[in-house]
């Protein structure tokens, strides 16, 4: 009876958290939603494997220590949410009761932003503001022990990154340019490549060599959870660490292309396409390396098996919820969205051309080797805790 009661208690204590959370519109609960309830499974894609990835358990101590294999089990969980918008110094989730963090930090970006115009003189470039926020109360609503829980546990306090916050190379380019322009001969030939990297011709090797000159810089800035204004010289700084993705491409020349989606750098709101979903979808893979660089976080970066799930607007001609790779082929998105469509208010906010985007992370434990049945068990377990928990709290 005693786990039945900690459970129960766990439940109260959980929805007294998530209750007076009830404007935020993307949360921890968001995944529990009717029209995302059932892609969950095939996103979070759980899986438990005999001794996989280096799997292995020790009892003893030495001389007397045994090791075996253990079970690998695996799963994704979502994250992070970037958001995109055509609209300065404003997101959707600073219109709440639990966002007025966000509204203050968003309020104190207008000042740090030059409006260059939403569109190109030609009308083929789309121009995106961005955001990154950990998902609200996503550990207490996607806890799925033993893997580790979501990064964000309740209130959010702030965006881990703000496009206006780094106007001088989101919007004008001024720092990623001698890197785009080094990389420039590359660019095409890489991504076109089957192995990701082109053949070492003179060129090839003249670029890099001037990349890595570019590179090299090292600084003392630390990062810092909440994303702060930057100036110009401390941007290049920060752009030209060794961790940074421009230094990191000169060594792995795979690392400059999103896929099929084209070249990674330089990163800029400027997306020239004139598929308003498709450029939306660049612009967020683009700040998540930005933001990753600039406030050295590298968490926050791109990794190679992140999931992509687009939670905002709900999808015409693809499957609403369904997780895709970042740059892969197989996801086409509907390209009347964002045009006529969406346009009402929400909390005094017009959310035409926004979209939010929740990206999903590997979570790996290494457990005591169980038949299946147990594991896929505490997993529907889990799962059926958390459902009930947002359904207590109205979420869906």
């Not at 766990?10 to 892609?39: E, M, N, V």
């Not at 503001?129 to 580790?148: D, E, K, M, T, W």
């Not at 421009?246 to 400027?270: E, F, K, Q, V, Y």
């Amino acid at each position: 009876m005693r786990k039945e009661y900690a459970l129960a208690a766990l439940l109260l204590c959980s929805a007294k958290a998530l209750a007076f959370q009830t404007t935020i519109p993307f949360h921890g609960c968001t995944f529990y939603r009717a029209d995302l309830l059932k892609d969950f499974e095939r996103c979070a894609d759980f899986s438990v494997k005999r001794g996989r990835s280096r799997c292995k358990k020790t009892k003893g101590s030495p001389p007397l220590m045994t090791t075996y294999p253990g079970d690998h089990v695996q799963m994704w969980l979502p994250d992070y949410f970037i958001e995109v918008t055509k609209h300065a110094g404003k997101s959707l989730f600073a219109t709440s009761t639990d966002g007025l963090a966000l509204k203050a930090q968003l309020e104190s970006s207008s000042q740090n932003y030059v409006k260059n115009g939403a569109y190109s003189s030609s009308g083929g470039d789309n121009f995106w503001h961005a955001r990154i926020l950990g998902v609200p109360y996503g550990s207490v609503a996607n806890s799925f022990a033993p893997v580790p829980t979501s990064v964000e546990n309740a209130v959010p306090g702030c965006f881990r990154g703000v496009s206006e916050f780094y106007n001088d190379q989101w919007n004008l380019n001024r720092v990623d340019a001698p890197y785009a322009a080094a990389f420039a001969p590359l660019g095409l030939e890489a991504c076109l490549s089957l192995k990701g990297a082109p053949l070492m011709t003179p060129e090839v090797k003249g670029s890099l060599d001037k990349i890595k000159g570019i590179s090299g810089v090292s600084s003392s800035m630390a990062g810092v959870p909440c994303a702060v204004p930057l100036s110009q010289s401390q941007m290049t700084a920060l752009n030209a660490l060794p961790t940074a993705e421009p230094s990191r491409t000169a060594s792995d020349l795979s690392r400059l292309c999103m896929g099929t989606w084209g070249n990674l750098i330089p990163r800029t709101g400027w997306i020239p396409t004139d598929d308003l979903s498709m450029s939306a979808l660049i612009a967020a893979f683009k700040f998540q390396s930005l933001a990753a660089d600039l406030q050295i976080s590298p968490d926050l970066a791109p990794r190679s098996d992140d999931k992509w799930q687009i939670v905002f607007p709900k999808q015409i001609g693809f499957e609403s919820g369904s997780c895709f790779r970042p740059g892969s082929l197989s996801f086409t998105p509907s390209a009347d969205l964002g045009r006529e469509g969406f346009e009402f208010e929400q909390g005094g906010l017009k959310k035409n051309h926004t979209y939010v985007i929740a990206v999903w992370r590997r979570r790996d434990t290494c457990e005591e080797p169980l038949p299946f049945e147990a594991h896929r068990g505490a997993y529907r377990a889990h799962f059926a805790k958390n459902k009930a928990l947002c359904h207590s709290v109205g979420s869906l």
